[in-house]
């Protein structure tokens, strides 16, 4: 369960700074409210496909790929495809933007990319 939700927020996380920049900032609220948890910056990066995960965490990440839109798959794509380290990290892998479903950032800055390979 908390890898699940760990990839869900990962997927948020990873589609925040691409729908940053297209959404209008929202009006200032009269009170101050407390600004929110910076994101993790990345410090690992490790791709791994859908078929080498752990029965359980396919289930998990088949439930996010239920939830999100086609909208949030595309930011995280385009995230992707504008860092050259993740780029180069899934063509070690044989893997490329499109093949990514799901991304996961824990707290101690450990990306996880996964992938399911077309074919």
Known sequence: M????????ALALTTAPALAQTQQPAPTPQTQTPAPAQQPTVQTVSV??????????????????????DQDLAN????????????QALEEQGATPADVV??????????????????
């Open 2 to 9: 908390k890898n699940g939700i760990i990839l869900a927020a």
């Open 48 to 69: 791994i496909d859908i078929t080498e995960l752990p029965a359980e965490s396919q289930a998990q990440v088949a439930q996010i790929e239920e939830q999100r839109t």
């Open 76 to 87: 995280l794509r385009q995230s992707i495809e504008t860092s050259p380290a993740l780029l």
């Open 102 to 119: 799901a991304a996961s950032l824990s707290q101690n800055g450990a990306l996880t990319i996964v992938t399911r390979k077309a074919g």
